[in-house]
């Protein structure tokens, strides 16, 4: 194990934007997977490839780029490591960010699910709020830095599991 986080820390030095991306796409395809096979308990047998497809599609070409992207702005916009640098980056990252990031990934994945737009409209209304609440919940504030990446596949299984619940 310790070797493989060798590796991955090598990659990440020499191919840093391809890693995170690979990586952002495959944590959405194992929340997918852990969501229909898990909470959704689907089955093998009933597993649907197509969903996590798309899914990860979504991974590689939204929620990687994207998120990388803005953890650069978001580098030059709080200049600093020290504590009240990290509280001010988690605010502005969960007050701007994240209520414009769950928006769109909502609004793509319900795109690629055939949802028309005013249905899209209606899952993001009946769907908002819970996950807001759930976002500054369960997540500590003094926490929620720390466990992002921890927390990554669980929170990408319950979206995937929202976004693809009709």
């Not at 944590?27 to 909470?39: E, T, Y």
């Not at 979504?58 to 509280?87: N, Q």
């Not at 319900?110 to 249905?119: D, H, P, R, S």
């Amino acid at each position: 194990m310790a070797g493989l986080w060798r590796g991955y820390q090598v990659l990440m030095t020499k191919y840093p934007w391809t890693v995170q991306i690979v990586t952002a796409g495959s944590l959405v395809g194992v929340g997918d997977v852990i969501s229909q096979q898990l909470i959704e308990r689907r089955g093998l047998a009933n597993h649907n490839v197509q969903r996590t497809a798309k899914m990860m599609s979504i991974g590689f070409f939204f929620v990687g780029p994207v998120i990388g992207s803005w953890y650069k702005v978001l580098d030059r916009l709080v200049v600093g490591g020290t504590k009240s640098a990290a509280m001010k980056k988690m605010l502005v990252d969960q007050l701007c960010f994240a209520p414009c990031f769950l928006g769109a990934f909502l609004c793509i994945s319900g795109a690629l699910n055939g949802l028309t737009v005013e249905e899209n409209v209606t899952k993001l209304r009946r769907l908002w709020p819970p996950v807001q609440i759930a976002n500054f919940y369960f997540i500590p504030l003094h926490h929620r830095l720390a466990v992002v990446q921890v927390v990554a596949v669980a929170w990408n299984s319950y979206l995937t599991w929202k976004a693809n619940k009709m």
